[in-house]
């Protein structure tokens, strides 16, 4: 399995970057504590496995609720990373959860979390959901567009170089 995590940290309009082990981390909230212990207005983790998924994290000021998007759900059966970030997330769409606890556990491929969660980086719900949707799109695609959008484009490219 191919895996690539970074953290993205903007201070003061200027954007730093680091690759970041998020293998360790057995809940969404430990992927917000390794944002976190770096300085910034804005922070995200973007994470992308084997050409299957892209999630993003945000965390933000130390007092917001952290937010998260996985481009798609159906990853979350088969990686633990993705499992990980979706398994506070509801899928898109979805009304309710099932109630039948013998169901084996599986999720549909459509994104789940928070589609809004770059809006004000530049990269509107309905962008994020339209390259999700678009066929030959890959996860990784959908991550450098949604930096070069926010600006932080050159760092994302550097990182993954």
Same mark, same amino acid.
């Given at each position: 399995?191919?895996?690539?995590?970074?953290?993205?940290?903007?201070?003061?309009?200027?954007? &730093?970057?680091?690759?970041?082990?998020?293998?360790?981390?057995?809940?969404?909230?430990?992927?917000?504590?390794?944002? &976190?212990? *770096?300085?910034?207005?804005?922070?995200?983790?973007?994470? @992308? @496995?084997?050409?299957?998924?892209?999630?993003?994290?945000?965390?933000?000021?130390?007092?917001?609720?952290?937010?998260?998007?996985? *481009?798609?759900?159906?990853?979350?059966?088969?990686?633990?990373?993705?499992?990980?970030?979706?398994?506070?997330?509801?899928?898109?769409?979805?009304?309710?959860?099932?109630?039948?606890?013998?169901?084996?556990?599986?999720?549909?491929?459509?994104?789940?979390?928070?589609?809004?969660?770059?809006?004000?980086?530049? *990269?509107?719900?309905?962008?994020?959901?339209?390259?999700?949707?678009? @066929?030959? *799109?890959?996860?990784?695609?959908?991550?450098?567009?949604?930096?070069?959008?926010?600006?932080?484009?050159?760092?994302?490219?550097?990182? &993954?170089?």
């Amino acid at each position: 399995m191919s895996a690539f995590a970074c953290l993205l940290a903007r201070c003061d309009d200027r954007w &730093r970057g680091q690759e970041i082990e998020i293998d360790s981390c057995e809940s969404l909230l430990d992927i917000v504590d390794l944002a &976190r212990d *770096t300085a910034g207005e804005i922070r995200l983790v973007l994470i @992308e @496995e084997d050409d299957e998924y892209a999630a993003i994290v945000r965390a933000d000021g130390e007092d917001e609720e952290p937010r998260a998007f996985l *481009t798609d759900g159906h990853a979350a059966d088969s990686y633990p990373v993705a499992a990980v970030v979706a398994e506070d997330l509801v899928e898109i769409g979805e009304d309710e959860l099932s109630d039948d606890e013998d169901a084996p556990p599986a999720h549909d491929s459509a994104p789940f979390g928070d589609p809004e969660v770059v809006d004000d980086l530049g *990269t509107s719900a309905f962008d994020l959901l339209t390259m999700c949707a678009h @066929e030959g *799109t890959l996860p990784i695609d959908v991550l450098v567009a949604v930096c070069e959008k926010a600006g932080c484009g050159d760092v994302f490219d550097r990182m &993954r170089a």
